[in-house]
Nanobody
Framework: QVSLVETGGGMVQPGDSLRLSCAASGRISSTYSMAWFRQAAGREREFVASISGSGSSTSYADSVKGRFTISSDNTRTNLYLQMNNLKPEDTAIYFC?????????????????WGQGTQVTVSS
């Protein structure tokens, strides 16, 4: 069993930055791929960014490319999402997720464990 807890959300103005953290505990492994997803009110959960089990490969949604950066420590016990130049359309609940087998994926259904989410609100 793996437990994921996200922190770092909040209310900011357009153009501001936030850094989300995800603390993993339990049977976490450095081989797991991990990702950030988000879900805005009334919308489906969507992929934001992922990092492969080896840590050598990252992937981003087009909407956040160049503004967001995903990173992790080598043991995968801490996952981060640095979000710069935030926009109102980035408003959502942000979730971290862990995938036990295979490479990272942009599909929510491919992930085995999820955190409870942290709210990010971007508004002037």
């Amino acid at each position: 069993q793996v437990s994921l807890v996200e922190t770092g959300g909040g209310m900011v103005q357009p153009g501001d930055s936030l850094r989300l953290s995800c603390a993993a505990s339990g049977r976490i492994s450095s081989t797991y791929s991990m990702a950030w997803f988000r879900q805005a009110a009334g919308r489906e959960r969507e992929f934001v960014a992922s990092i492969s089990g080896s840590g050598s490969s990252t992937s981003y949604a087009d909407s956040v490319k160049g503004r967001f950066t995903i990173s992790s420590d080598n043991t995968r016990t801490n996952l981060y999402l640095q979000m710069n130049n935030l926009k109102p359309e980035d408003t959502a609940i942000y979730f971290c997720a862990a995938k036990l087998m295979g490479g990272a994926s942009p599909q929510p259904g491919a992930y085995d464990y999820w955190g409870q989410g942290t709210q990010v609100t971007v508004s002037s």
